[in-house]
């Protein structure tokens, strides 16, 4: 696993996906409950497990609110705490982990894993496997870019969205997956037949974190003991 590669020419030229959904409308759209969920990513970033009956007070979320974002943006423990928002989570979820501001982190898809560090252009280490052969993949991140990675050629799976709500996040999460090459993930989609999605190279998955994450948390230091955008 130490022998990484050097990624090269990303800087000048990025690729971007042929369309940017957001992997959860939610956490997207303008209101109290993107304000809820964006203050609770920040909390977790930061080291901390606020409860959502704090949040939802900070934030003016309504009780539907929290209804329409916990199982999709937001996953509570039994103490009421949030424990995992938008993708980052502070308790194990599935084989996606990361690192970032020196704290360890889980998230719910290889999407999250690599487009996270890219939205808040942060120095970061994501680990995964593929999901055909379970070889570790690491990719490692300066200031948001994938600057040296196990396995460059290495693919995701940014699979259609999907309704419902899930124990790590909304249900197409489980198939937003990394494959140690396009040979492994083409194997897996003959596989697969009926899945429908995109498939994604380590560029994109960069552009699509800084879609998803990029103006909705960059620079928030809200449980610093400041008050940015986000949260108010």
Do not use: Y
Request: contains cysteine.
């Amino acid at each position: 696993m130490n022998d990484l590669t050097t990624l090269k020419g990303t800087s000048a030229r990025r690729a971007e996906p042929d369309s940017i959904d957001p992997l959860i409308r939610e956490a997207a759209a303008d209101g109290p409950a993107t304000h809820l969920c964006r203050a609770a990513f920040n909390a977790i970033l930061n080291g901390e497990l606020a409860t959502v009956s704090e949040l939802a007070k900070s934030t003016e979320a309504s009780s539907h609110d929290v209804e329409l974002l916990v199982g999709r943006a937001l996953i509570i423990d039994e103490s009421g705490r949030i424990v995992a928002a938008h993708g980052l989570s502070a308790v194990p979820a599935r084989q996606h982990r990361l690192t970032l501001r020196g704290r360890p982190f889980w998230t719910w898809c290889a999407i999250d894993a690599l487009g996270i560090p890219a939205g808040l252009g942060e120095d970061a280490v994501a680990e995964t496997t593929c999901q055909l052969c379970a070889t570790r993949v690491r990719v490692e991140f300066k200031v948001g870019k994938a600057v040296a990675a196990s396995h460059p050629e290495a693919r995701v799976w940014d699979a259609q969205r999907l309704e419902g709500h899930g124990t790590t996040g909304p249900p197409h999460c489980a198939l937003m997956n990394l494959f140690c090459s396009a040979e492994h993930l083409a194997e897996w989609r003959a596989a697969h037949p009926g899945e429908q999605g995109q498939e994604r190279n380590l560029d994109e998955v960069g552009e699509l974190g800084r879609a998803e994450w990029g103006d909705s948390h960059k620079g928030c230091n809200c449980q610093e003991g400041a008050q940015d955008e986000c949260c108010q």
